[in-house]
């Protein structure tokens, strides 16, 4: 599977969100970097479909995912920043009703929420209200409703905001689970999120994509860069953001 973007552009007023932007992925988790503004949320909106593009194409195994509507977003699971907020439903009403605008074949919807339920370790809270649940178990629910319908492309916008590091570590075990076979595009401020998750690392800033590679392999440059000016000890992800972004 590939999933390639060719020259994106958008722009919102006189500002470019997105200035030429290309990049292929194929299967496996990429996190996604670059400071506020960068272009991170418009290009997660053009993925999803909820941002009309300007120009450039975005190619989904060689055909426009335009010409492909429908059949294109059932193979997008999205799990927002913002909580989704129906707070009465139990978890399997949401799940359900959720299914229900992706369209999951009835035949099916029973065993996946069942499946996906039991996946996230909710089975016990699974007739319990939305609002009774903690941050934790809550993200689950929101990347459990991404995964209805088994999409290949997964977009997970800041899937560890406010948790506690016990939760941040239990859900990206879940999320690395799950990367087999899609392509999973990860956005988050939380950069040791990425470098512990990530295959590769998309930096973007100003809507230019800066550079796409392992987190080993960035981590590496950084070092060789920084070793000859002022630093000599451990270098991590969160050094290889600082020199690209020193000037945001």
Known sequence: MELEIKNLTKTYGDKK?????????????????????????????????NVERETGKILLNGTDIIKMGKEY??????????????????????????????????????????????????????????????????????????????????????????????????LRKLIQEISGNKIVLLATHIVSDIESTANQVILIKKGKLLSCDSPEILIGETAKKISKTIYSGYVSLEDVYLDFFKDK
């Open 17 to 49: 969100a997105l200035d030429g932007f290309s990049i292929k992925m194929t299967e496996g988790i990429y996190g996604l970097l670059g400071p506020n503004g960068a272009g991170k949320s418009t290009l997660m909106g053009l993925l999803t479909g």
């Open 73 to 170: 977003r059932k193979q997008v699971g999205y799990m927002p920043q913002k909580q989704i907020c129906y707070p009465e439903m139990t978890l399997l009403e949401f799940m359900g009703y959720m299914a229900a605008i992706k369209e999951v074949p009835k035949k099916d919807k029973k065993k996946s929420i069942e499946g996906i339920i039991s996946w996230l370790n909710l089975s016990d809270v699974r007739r319990k209200r939305l609002k009774t649940f903690s941050g934790g178990m809550l993200r689950r629910a929101i990347l459990g409703q991404a995964l209805l319908g088994n999409p290949s492309i997964l977009i997970l916008d800041e899937p560890t905001a406010g948790l506690d590091p016990g939760e941040r570590i239990s």
